[in-house]
């Protein structure tokens, strides 16, 4: 059993997935196993460059697991599906327009384990707005002892921690640090790149409320990591050593937005799973 199970869902994005490959093709950590599922029309599998990364990952100590799943149901069922096939006690939720640096995951890994918190992100910048400075935006919490269990209510004054992931903030406040230098912060949520404890993920229910929400939905992972964050506390790494793709969302309806949040299931969700915490 592999000691990460990389969980990778894509649909019709196979440039941007063959980005996010050549990331977990060159990681340092090798005994991954990536687990594929696939919406797009065409399988990512019949591309020869597909072929070969996933040759690189299992030459280099990985393995992988390769799924074609239509009709799509959404993004909470890909994940959900995605959590029943892992295995491993760490679960790395990849986005397929996220690079990352040799060093990403062996970094979350450790601070998970040292941390023992439901999960660690690293969150992807987009280099076009590396000129795009915004002090306003770049308050930062960072964590001075251990992470701890934290209660995150949506709209109250630290849910604002969100500013810190909009454009290059996290970038330009990383270009703080000293060379070397590692910072676990406080979030409201993180996207795109999370390393979670699967059996803490599972006592929250995954992602198994997916039928409760709309085709076309968002803040799945939100509403999980408010429920983990309550019960055994999350954080993320700075400098992330990630890199977003800054291609179009293939998760969106026909008119660009969505028509349905996760978060709207927050309350129950806390009754069910962590009704020892304070009330939304």
């Known amino acids: ?29 090798t005994d991954l196993h990536v687990i594929l599922a696939d919406q797009s029309l065409e399988p990512v599998i019949n591309s020869p460059v597909i072929q070969t990364l996933l040759r690189i990952i299992d030459s280099r100590g990985g393995t992988h697991s390769y799924y074609h799943r239509l ?9 959900e599906f995605l959590l029943q096939q892992a295995r491993a006690d760490a679960v790395l939720y990849l986005d397929d327009d996220v690079f990352m640096e040799p060093w990403v995951v062996e970094r979350l ?11 660690v992100g ?13 002090p306003q935006q770049q308050p930062v919490e960072f964590w001075q002892g251990a992470v701890t269990p934290e209660i995150v209510q949506p709209d109250s004054p630290i849910w604002e921690r969100f500013h810190l992931h909009r454009a290059a903030n996290l970038y330009h406040v990383s270009q703080t640090l000293a060379p070397g230098e590692f910072r676990r912060y406080k979030i409201a ?34 509403l999980v990591q408010n429920l983990l964050m309550r019960r055994w506390g999350g954080c993320a790494i700075m400098p992330s050593g990630t890199y977003h793709a800054e291609v179009p969302s293939t ?18 969700m806390i009754a069910r799973y962590a009704p020892e915490t304070l009330e939304v």
């Open 189 to 222: 949520w993180v996207a795109c790149c999370i390393l979670y404890e699967r059996s803490k993920l599972l006592q929250v229910g995954g992602f198994s409320f997916w039928e409760r929400l709309p085709r076309y939905h968002s803040g799945e992972e939100v």
């Open 109 to 119: 890994l450790t601070t998970l384990q040292t941390e023992q918190c439901g999960f």
């Open 122 to 134: 690293a969150f992807p910048t987009g280099l076009s707005y590396r000129a795009d400075i915004r």
């Open 251 to 268: 998760v969106l309806n026909s008119q660009g937005t969505v028509d349905g949040h996760a978060l709207d299931l927050l309350p129950e």
């Open 1 to 29: 059993m592999a000691i990460v199970d990389i969980l990778l869902p894509t649909c019709d994005r196979l440039s941007s997935l063959i980005f996010t490959l050549s990331g977990v093709a060159t990681q340092s950590l």
């Open 71 to 79: 009709p799509s149901q959404g993004i909470a069922e890909q994940r």
